[in-house]
């Protein structure tokens, strides 16, 4: 019998291929956005805060213009060229994504994109409740054949910001939670295949570094 956690380690293992199955479905093409997980450059916390200071490298050129949401009260600039993925198409990209997230949160998607030519996935949503990026790991860690996995606190502008990294043999998720006084939290979660990892670190230190509270 299959263990739930073998069972997840063979979707993940075929993620890859699933994500460029539906860039097929879907016939997109894209015009392209011009292995350590990126890490933003961080100073000492302030007085009121122990945390580090983050700060992302933002490449203007590789973004496109700024969208806000404001279910979330987040405006963040998506990659230059990546497709909007519509309602009708988000459920197979969630279906996709499902064994990434922890099952036992909830999250309202404000937004899913997607780079055909990288078969990577961007999605911006607000969590149900409060998200603890130690559940998470402690999720991966049962369910996935982790490589590697890191957690970080920092301070960006207005936000406190958490940040989690998991490297897993075919793909590398991103999660950025964004928290913020006046606003529900938000969180920013890219799903990238491990080959075109290397290539898709400027940009995503550029969305994560674009985003602005409203």
């Not at 000492?44 to 496109?64: H, I, K, M, Y």
Request: glycine residues 6%; charged residues 20%; negative net charge.
């Amino acid at each position: 019998m299959k263990t739930v956690k073998s069972a997840h380690k063979k979707q993940i293992r075929t993620l890859a291929f699933t994500l460029a199955s539906v860039a097929l479905g879907l016939a997109l093409s894209s015009c392209g956005a011009a292995s350590s997980a990126p890490t933003p450059e961080a100073s000492a916390g302030t007085e009121n805060d122990s945390r580090p200071v983050a700060t992302f490298s933002v490449d203007d050129e590789l973004l496109g213009a700024p969208v806000d949401f404001d279910e979330g009260g987040l405006q963040i600039r998506p990659p230059f060229g990546w497709f909007v993925i519509t309602d009708h198409q988000s459920e197979q990209i969630r279906q996709g994504l499902a064994p990434l997230l922890n099952p036992e949160y909830e999250y309202e998607t404000l937004q899913l994109y997607f780079d055909g030519e990288s078969n990577t996935i961007l999605l911006v949503a607000t969590p149900e409740g409060e998200q603890r990026l130690e559940a998470h790991a402690e999720y991966y860690q049962e369910a996935l054949e982790v490589q590697e996995l890191r957690l970080d606190q920092f301070t960006f502008g207005e936000y406190e910001l958490d940040q989690l990294v998991l490297v897993e043999p075919s793909v590398v998720v991103l999660r950025y939670v964004l928290q913020h006084t006046e606003h529900k939290d938000a969180e920013i979660i890219f799903a990238v295949p491990s080959a075109a990892f290397a290539d898709m670190i400027p940009v995503v230190e550029s969305v994560v570094g674009s985003a602005l509270p409203l």
